[in-house]
C-alpha cells in the first residue's frame, strides 16, 4: 500500500500558477508510476498528468499540455503539478494517484491508491 497526501490547492485568477504536491509514503516507489486526476462538478473524473517513478517518462491530457508540468523529488518522495496559465475551467479538486507499474497511463482504473484530493478554484 501507498499513502497519497495532497497538497497547494486554492483560489486563483485566471492566468496564475499553482503547484500542487503529492507526498508518498508506505513503500519503495521504484516500480511506481503516479497520476493526476482532477474532478469538476458535476463531472466525471479526469486524467491529468502521469509519471513514471523511476524513468520520469510523463504523460498529458491534451488540455494542459504546455501549462501544466509534472515532475518528481526521489530524496522528497514527492510528486508535483505545476500549472501554469490557469483557467477557468481547471477549476476542480485534483487527486493524486499510485500504481504499482512503470508504465504511466491515463486509464484511472489502473491505479490502485489515491489520496484525498485537493481544491483548484479558478476565478475569471
Known amino acids: 500500500q501507498v499513502q497519497l497526501v495532497e497538497s497547494g490547492g486554492g483560489l486563483v485568477q485566471a492566468g496564475g500558477s499553482l503547484r500542487l504536491s503529492c507526498a508518498a509514503s508506505?513503500?519503495?516507489?521504484?516500480?511506481?508510476?503516479m497520476g493526476w486526476f482532477r474532478q469538476a462538478p458535476g463531472k466525471e473524473r479526469e486524467f491529468v498528468a502521469a509519471?513514471?517513478?523511476?524513468?520520469?517518462?510523463?504523460y498529458y491530457a491534451d488540455s494542459v499540455k504546455g501549462r501544466f508540468t509534472v515532475s518528481r523529488d526521489n530524496a522528497k518522495n514527492t510528486v508535483y503539478l505545476q500549472m501554469n496559465s490557469l483557467k477557468p475551467e481547471d477549476t476542480a479538486v485534483y487527486y493524486c494517484?499510485?500504481?504499482?507499474?512503470?508504465?504511466?497511463?491515463?486509464?484511472?482504473?489502473?491505479?490502485?491508491?489515491w489520496g484525498q484530493g485537493t481544491q483548484v478554484t479558478v476565478s475569471s
Open positions: 508506505g513503500r519503495s516507489f521504484s516500480n511506481l508510476s
Open positions: 509519471i513514471s517513478w523511476i524513468s520520469s517518462d510523463t
Open positions: 494517484a499510485a500504481r504499482f507499474s512503470r508504465v504511466p497511463t491515463s486509464y484511472q482504473n489502473a491505479y490502485g491508491n
